[in-house]
């Protein structure tokens, strides 16, 4: 598994994270249209974590890194870190299926309300919900952390990172022959 992804590019790698996060956000989504069990997790965390989360916020995020990754050589005229992008990705990527996975867990199977906190009963049920929600909130922390990795090899490649020739990825298209900015 290594060598796999040490061969993919980093745009690559968010554009297969944008299709994987893309189709499991969907069939996430299919369980709703089934009466039983939409009734009982429309309003609760199983929509944002399964669906709305996974689709909405998760897939058009990774398609805006890939197109970030893809297009900064051409505009820049400098490439960015790769080693800096993969982290990058492992923890966007791994971050953001635990914030969903917990957030799915607390809606189909703990059974939270998303609107309020007097859920249930029990000490057991409140302690179970808490560090579910605390360990979302940890994820998102990290996950938001990641980005600033982000934002500094943007800025350090701008200023120190290797030059690109007019096609800095190979290509041989006519219409990706346009002049970098460098």
Known sequence: MTWAINRLTVPTL???????????GCI????L?????GFYSMDAYY???????ALVGVSATFAFFALIY??????????????????????TFVGSYLICFFMS???????VPLR???AGSGET???????LIASSAFCALVVGLAQLLFIYNLVHSYFRGARTNDRPWGEISVRLKLESSS
């Open 14 to 24: 968010f554009a297969l994270g944008f299709a994987l996060t893309f189709t499991i």
């Open 28 to 31: 996430g989504l299919v369980f």
């Open 33 to 37: 249209h089934y009466v039983v069990f």
């Open 47 to 53: 929509f944002y974590g399964s669906g709305f989360q």
């Open 70 to 91: 893809l297009c900064y050589p051409k505009i820049t005229g400098r490439m960015l870190n790769y080693t800096f992008g993969k982290i990058h990705f492992c923890i």
């Open 105 to 111: 867990f607390l809606g189909s199977v703990v059974g």
């Open 116 to 118: 309020y906190y007097e």
């Open 125 to 131: 049920f409140l302690t179970l919900a808490n560090l």
